[in-house]
């Protein structure tokens, strides 16, 4: 498919959008840059222990740029140091890159099955991740074999691509694989894993352990660090350059199979390929903080009325905006209620589920341009 029968394409979907001009969506995007570097050195200041935002400023600037601004050793040392360089700044930054690669995921979903309600939390990739989850902590596996500590985040991970292989096996089960196959399976795996998931609970005899997975299958940050990040940041940075470079076909899904067929696309293994690496990426996120639900589900909702459902420009807007919205999410989750950390899917569900609501109720409501 050439860029001229794309731009067509997505020419030819009428479009909710406030944002229409070049012009326009580049200053959305580097304000939303700005906002998302300030959201981060900001973060960094909230908690248990509040820290003055300038100071927090002045410490994550002289640890990353080596610019010295004020006392060298109220930069270097002491307990302010002690917290924002090494407890919540690798938080603020896994909160930014989990919000992002949720974000992600949702968006290339919602296309490519070309229904509003997927994420990887409707779809059942997060269950299976649960579900992995679930039995490492409360069958033992966990912290058994050469796996050591990393056992319940390799069962997570096993557990959301084991869910993602399910609904591709079921959704191409009796011949062609559409979108309505791969929503339906997915509902499928993910009642399927809900139930597993309760099954081992109910049964288990492990009062710690059914606190540890009830807090995992609420989402959590608070076992982020540095050495935790690489693997999420690399893992969602190749995902984004690539999704970026997919802004056409997405387009086109968009549209639906027969009308990519006259555009010179099959969308079938494009559909595949774009699952299995969404379910890859949702992973390794399910692994390293549990399940967190909504974001992928209303984030890409929010920007589509802003800048409209072009991938071009609905990709990074969404990206950078889920980045935002999870680190302040996460700020609320740790200081909502005093010397108590809420895991942040409580926040993020009693967030995105009145939001949710209030978009299906606004008339002149559309997904990909479609009422």
Request: with cysteine; proline share 3%.
């Amino acid at each position: 498919m050439n860029a001229m029968q794309t731009e067509i394409a997505v020419q030819s979907e009428p479009k909710q959008s406030i944002i229409n001009s070049r012009y326009g969506f580049m200053t959305v995007i580097i304000t939303l840059f700005i906002i998302t570097i300030l959201s981060a050195g900001a973060a960094v200041s909230f908690g248990q222990v509040d820290i003055p935002v300038s100071q927090s400023y002045r410490i994550l600037l002289h640890h990353i740029t080596g610019i010295q601004i004020g006392d060298v050793q109220d930069l270097t040392s002491g307990s302010f140091v002690d917290i924002i360089w090494k407890i919540r700044f690798p938080r603020v930054l896994m909160a930014m890159f989990i919000g992002a690669g949720l974000t992600l995921c949702g968006t290339i979903m919602q296309a490519a099955v070309q229904n509003p309600l997927a994420d990887p939390y409707i779809l059942g990739i997060s269950s299976g991740g649960s579900l992995g989850a679930t039995f490492a902590i409360l069958i033992g596996f966990g912290s058994m074999g050469l796996l050591g500590q990393t056992g319940v985040a390799f069962w997570a991970f096993a557990g959301a691509v084991g869910a993602s292989l399910l609904v591709l096996l079921l959704a191409n089960a009796g011949g062609k694989m559409t979108s309505v196959k791969l929503v339906l399976a997915g509902m499928v795996i993910n009642a399927l894993c809900t139930a597993f998931a309760n099954f081992i609970v109910y049964f288990a005899n492990n009062a710690e352990g059914i606190k540890t997975v009830t807090f995992w299958t609420m989402g959590s940050l608070a076992a982020s660090s540095w050495d935790k990040l690489p693997l999420i940041a690399i893992a969602i940075m190749l995902a984004v350059f690539f999704f970026l470079l997919q802004f056409r076909v997405l387009n086109a899904m968009l549209l639906g199979d027969e009308a990519a067929v006259t555009l010179g696309i099959s969308l079938g293994a494009y559909r595949k390929t774009y699952m299995i690496i969404t379910a890859l990426i949702t992973g390794i996120m399910v692994a390293s903080c549990g399940m967190i639900g909504f974001v992928g589900l209303i984030i890409p909702h929010l920007v589509r009325g802003l800048v409209g459902s072009d991938h071009r420009r609905l990709l990074p807007a969404s990206i950078l905006f889920g980045a935002i919205f999870l680190i302040w999410t996460d700020v609320i989750a740790r200081t909502i209620v005093p010397n108590v950390e809420l895991p942040i899917g409580i926040i993020t569900a009693l967030i995105g589920a009145p939001m949710f609501m209030y978009m299906l109720v606004r008339k002149g409501y559309a997904f990909g341009g479609k009422s």
